[in-house]
């Protein structure tokens, strides 16, 4: 029992070790898209965004992009934009079946960089990474919340994403907040 809790110390130690720093302003990423061209992260400026970095195969990827797409039905016209990059293995080819059989409505793109990813999310190139990982990103283009690493629960609930996505929007536009861990 006791060699149980210091594992689950040491793993709940290492887990925070690689947290992001949050809130952080977004690094520019573009969202490459099947059918040609791109759009940049900083072209949603003045949006609140939530980025979904997904696989296209993954069920927990696909059920998050249904709920984002619920969200940017109701709080498109208020301000909101969802956005997708997906990097598994043949993303690009995958992307226009996963937004056609999952009913999709915001852009999803594809990067064929892990790099890129893992740079974004300030998360080391050694660090496994579950997917989805959400990364919600207030008016001003900070990063305001995103998902651990290794995943987590709170994140991707869909009542704990709309909450994020009510409270980013009814944030006044010099709103400053105060730097912390990612959670």
Not at 19 to 29: G, N, S, T
Not at 131 to 147: A, E, H, N, T, W
Request: aromatic content about 8%; overall charge positive.
């Amino acid at each position: 029992m006791r060699i149980a809790l210091i594992a689950t110390g040491l793993t709940l130690a290492a887990t925070s070790l690689f947290a992001a720093e949050i809130p952080r302003k977004a690094p520019e990423v573009a969202v490459v898209l099947p059918q040609g061209g791109q759009k940049l992260l900083s072209e949603y400026r003045g949006k609140v965004v939530c980025l979904e970095f997904l696989f296209t195969t993954c069920p927990h990827c696909q059920h998050s992009a249904q709920v984002l797409s619920q969200l940017q039905t109701e709080f498109g016209p208020k301000g909101f934009q969802a956005l997708g990059i997906a990097f598994n293995p043949m993303a690009k080819m995958l992307v226009p079946d996963f937004v056609r059989d999952y009913k999709v409505n915001f852009r999803v793109g594809y990067t064929e960089n892990r790099n890129t990813v893992n740079g974004f999310l300030q998360n080391p190139d050694d660090n496994a990474l579950h997917v989805p990982q959400l990364v919600f990103i207030d008016r001003k283009g900070m990063i305001r919340k995103q998902s651990l690493p290794r995943g987590d629960a709170e994140t991707g609930d869909p009542a704990n994403m709309r909450k994020m996505v009510e409270q980013l929007l009814a944030e006044p536009a010099g709103t400053a907040p105060a730097k912390r861990k990612a959670s």
